[in-house]
């Protein structure tokens, strides 16, 4: 064969594959950016709205192009999803916020989480649940805190009328909006387990079925509801009528709550504690929530260079699990309501106690049982918004009711469930999270922040129960040591392991479960089973992520929402 036929060939050959790759290209075949990203970031001068569903997003963008801050805007989007994502949050649950005020360089935290009944004593809810609190019914109910958050936000941060803040959340109630895909899977699943529970299937099982994708909702109950928060505001939920609907309803289907226990109800503002991680300044806010691991799991992870053993490696991967493990216990042991019991919050996340914990860290044996530290020997489903404005103020904020749909329980006419974030309590006597009445439970959700040089860089969380912390530790370490951008940061493979001590009482057993997203190759999920994990596979439960980073030196803001849910990023 001449020379020119063996090129001509060639350059056929080479043609060929090039057509056929044209015709093969998939969303991973990205042209820019990591090939597992799904899409590119979201940029934007004047403001931006991350959520876990698009018209929540564009009701909080729509807010703030009406001159609205930051607050508002983060606001209407959970009094939205209140709407859209009963699934996971809801004015019958509770809220935490970590705001950045531009006018004062300064983070603020508020604690909204409610507290038990007066009225329902250890013993007796020994009594009433002998084998443990249980998740759904009367028993797990605490005070809804979400309201007095978004009151108590709106005094100190807003600047329009709530009547106009909530006015897109009353519209879409009262004409309905089409259900994305993810919330009606959860929609049909988390209803099997409540749909029998007071009011809940004529409120949210319109002709006797959870809705399917696509479906138009309505909800004119929830409409009314905050039409009154509207007029009368966060006393119309506390003090006013519908106080006095929630507590009859309550003495009726065998709930404690009483109209004391709305009345004496309060937020708190706190300030959020932080740790430095590699420049930056890393913040959580204090217990009743687990925040405080996220900084502890991130202290132990510092003297070793991530970057160096490989992005979801069998060894990289080892080592983050085998930290989580450890701040889990402390987690367990010490995490509580702080007008109860005495947190060491300063001394769990030192980097002395850090230095101290770490030696139990090794880079091949796996933790299957372990005690908390002595911090005092040192002394040293959910969802998650976060949205920013044209004056650089930013919001980071988290809601929740617990399990899905809460309790299941509807008060009479007024379209939302109560949360059961009263299962996390402990009824071991002693205990730092043991119950007791007017007490906050442990909590799961946290919202989070990072500063850099005392000026903010990025507001984000996410979703999921205990997977909260790892997740936050898991997207700061792709941002941080792996320099990935803020969507390749949210939408690479993640891991979430349970079984940890839990602050109910539960200890770990076994070294507990590590579940892994299929995009984790098979070499490092089969260097983690040698080391003697317990590797399985899991259809969610890896969280939901937010993100908006602000570059101060092109004075722009970058917005991120992760695939995994329905949501979407936007900005103008």
Same mark, same amino acid.
């Given at each position: 064969?001449?020379? +020119? ?15 056929? +790759?044209?015709? &093969? ?14 899409? *590119? ?40 999803? @209140? ?69 108590? #936000? ?36 988390? *209803? ?8 809940? +299937? ?64 309060? *937020? ?101 049982? #372990? ?6 020997? &040192? %002394? ?13 103020? !930013? ?12 309790? @299941? ?12 974030? @009263? ?7 002693? %205990? ?25 860089? !990025? ?12 997740? %936050? ?22 891991? %979430?392991?349970? @079984? ?73």
């Amino acid at each position: 064969m001449s020379d +020119a036929r063996r090129f001509l060939l060639a350059t056929l050959a080479v043609v060929a594959v090039q057509a056929t +790759a044209a015709l &093969t290209v998939d969303a991973g075949d990205r042209i820019t950016g990591r090939a597992w990203a799904t899409r *590119s970031e979201v940029i934007a001068r004047h403001g931006m709205a991350a959520t876990s569903q698009p018209l929540a997003t564009q009701v909080a963008i729509n807010i703030l192009q009406q001159g609205g801050t930051a607050v508002d805007a983060a606001i209407a989007a959970n009094a939205t999803l @209140g709407l859209m994502e009963p699934t996971g949050c809801g004015i019958g649950g509770d809220l935490f916020a970590i705001v950045w005020d531009a006018k004062t360089q300064k983070l603020y935290g508020l604690n909204a989480s409610g507290r038990s009944p007066f009225g329902l004593t250890l013993s007796r809810l020994r009594e009433l649940a002998p084998n443990g609190i249980p998740p759904f019914g009367p028993l797990p109910v605490s005070v809804p805190g979400c309201v007095d958050g978004w009151f108590t #936000l709106h005094q100190r941060f807003g600047r329009l009328e709530m009547a106009k803040v909530l006015a897109p959340a009353i519209q879409y109630a009262t004409e309905g909006f089409p259900v994305s895909e993810l919330i009606a899977h959860y929609w049909g699943r988390g *209803s099997q387990a409540v749909e029998e529970q007071p009011n809940f +299937a004529a409120t949210f099982l319109p002709d006797g079925r959870p809705p399917e994708k696509g479906d138009l909702f309505k909800n004119p109950n929830l409409a009314r509801t905050y039409g009154i928060l509207a007029r009368g505001g966060r006393d119309a939920f506390y003090r006013g009528e519908l106080a006095a609907t929630m507590a009859s309803f309550c003495e009726r289907v065998g709930c404690f709550l009483r109209k004391r226990d709305f009345a004496e109800h309060t *937020s708190t503002w706190v300030e959020p504690v932080s740790t430095n991680y590699r420049g930056y300044d890393v913040w959580e806010l204090p217990p009743n929530g687990q925040g405080i691991a996220a900084l502890q799991i991130l202290n132990l992870l510092e003297p070793y260079d991530l970057a160096a053993l490989g992005h979801n490696s069998a060894k990289y991967l080892h080592l983050l699990v085998e930290a989580k493990k450890i701040a889990y216990e402390d987690r367990a042991r010490f995490y509580a309501d702080t007008d109860f019991a005495e947190v060491p919050v300063e001394a769990l996340i030192s980097k002395a106690y850090a230095a101290e914990r770490g030696k139990l860290l090794h880079p091949y044996h796996v933790l299957k049982q #372990l005690d908390p530290g002595d911090p005092k020997l &040192t %002394h040293g489903d959910t969802i998650y918004l976060t949205v920013a404005d044209k004056d650089r103020n !930013m919001v980071s904020l988290i809601q929740s009711n617990y399990r899905g749909f809460g309790s @299941g329980l509807v008060p009479d006419g007024l379209g939302f469930v109560f949360q059961d974030r @009263g299962e996390l309590f402990s009824l071991e006597e002693g %205990h730092p999270n043991v119950y007791e009445p007017h007490k906050r439970p442990f909590h799961t959700i946290i919202p989070a922040f990072v500063t850099k040089d005392g000026k903010p860089w !990025m507001s984000f969380g996410v979703m999921g129960g205990d997977m909260q912390p790892q997740g %936050h530790v898991q997207v700061l370490c792709n941002l941080i040591d792996f320099g990935m951008g803020l969507q390749e940061a949210g939408d690479v493979g993640r891991f %979430h392991h349970t @079984g940890s001590s839990e602050p109910t009482g539960q200890r770990m057993t076994r070294g507990g479960w590590l579940a892994l997203e299929s995009s984790i190759s098979m070499e490092a999920q089969r260097g983690l089973a040698l080391r003697g994990h317990r590797v399985r596979f899991n259809t969610g439960g890896f969280g939901g992520y937010q993100a908006i980073r602000y570059d101060a030196e092109r004075d722009i803001y970058i917005g991120a929402s992760e695939s995994r849910k329905d949501g979407q990023a936007a900005g103008y």
